[in-house]
T-cell receptor, first 113, second 114 residues
Framework: GESVGLHLPTLSVQEGDNSIINCAYS??????FIWYKQESGKGPQFIID?????DKRQGQRVTVLLNKTVKHLSLQIAATQPGDSAVYFC????????????FGKGTSLLVTP | KAGVTQTPRYLIKTRGQQVTLSCSPI?????VSWYQQTPGQGLQFLFE???????NKGNFPGRFSGRQFSNSRSEMNVSTLELGDSALYLC?????????????FGPGTRLTVL
């Protein structure tokens, strides 16, 4: 498989629990933020995005929280399932372009039965 | 609808050589972006193409170049390969280049430079 999981912080949760993955971004001018999920051997998969005019956005089983004051993002996954095991990246960019310019190093989420 | 495809999936080259990677976007998508992924640096943006024009470029040396064809397929070239170029190269496509368009990534090309 891919080596993207090496040297990454790891979060281990039990199936059914809620997961919270945190991310600090660097550019205070960024106004567009995205969370991606990457499974071994695959490219990143879009989960959810949020623009800086919002503090919170909800999707299916996922919620993203944005704190611009401290430049912090979090991804909450409700009722975590084994299929959620993957590496999760936050990314920052600009809303006028709509794509990510800078990515975090990622967090490896391991869901145990 | 088929996803983003990248060829080849794996490639081994030696220092000093050059390499060309190919990306076929999702049918109908006109924007293609390229990213480099390494364990040390994570994911880094290389460039984006839309309608055969480069719209934005990341902070990479001129050895990294790309182009897009009229059918939206894109190629990325790296000349004078260095050991540090070993990475997973990811291509992503989106419908247009609008800020609301979601990017869809391909599986990547794993380049190893010996």
């Amino acid at each position: 498989g891919e080596s993207v999981g090496l040297h990454l912080p790891t979060l281990s949760v039990q199936e059914g629990d809620n997961s919270i993955i945190n991310c600090a971004y660097s550019n205070s001018a960024s106004d567009y933020f995205i969370w991606y999920k990457q499974e071994s051997g695959k490219g990143p998969q879009f989960i959810i995005d949020i623009r800086s005019n919002m503090d919170k956005r909800q999707g299916q089983r996922v919620t993203v929280l944005l704190n611009k004051t401290v430049k912090h993002l979090s991804l909450q996954i409700a009722a975590t399932q084994p299929g959620d095991s993957a590496v999760y990246f936050c990314a920052e960019g600009f809303s006028n372009s709509g794509y990510a310019l800078n990515f975090g190093k990622g967090t490896s989420l391991l869901v145990t039965p | 609808k088929a996803g983003v495809t990248q060829t080849p999936r794996y490639l081994i080259k030696t220092r000093g050589q050059q390499v060309t990677l190919s990306c076929s976007p999702i049918s109908g998508h006109r924007s293609v972006s390229w990213y480099q992924q390494t364990p040390g640096q994570g994911l880094q943006f290389l460039f984006e193409y839309f309608s055969e024009t480069q719209r934005n470029k990341g902070n990479f040396p001129g050895r990294f170049s790309g182009r897009q064809f009229s059918n939206s397929r894109s190629e990325m070239n790296v000349s004078t390969l260095e050991l540090g170029d070993s990475a997973l190269y990811l291509c992503a496509s989106r419908l247009l280049a609008a800020s609301t368009d979601t990017q869809y990534f391909g599986p990547g090309t794993r380049l190893t430079v010996l």
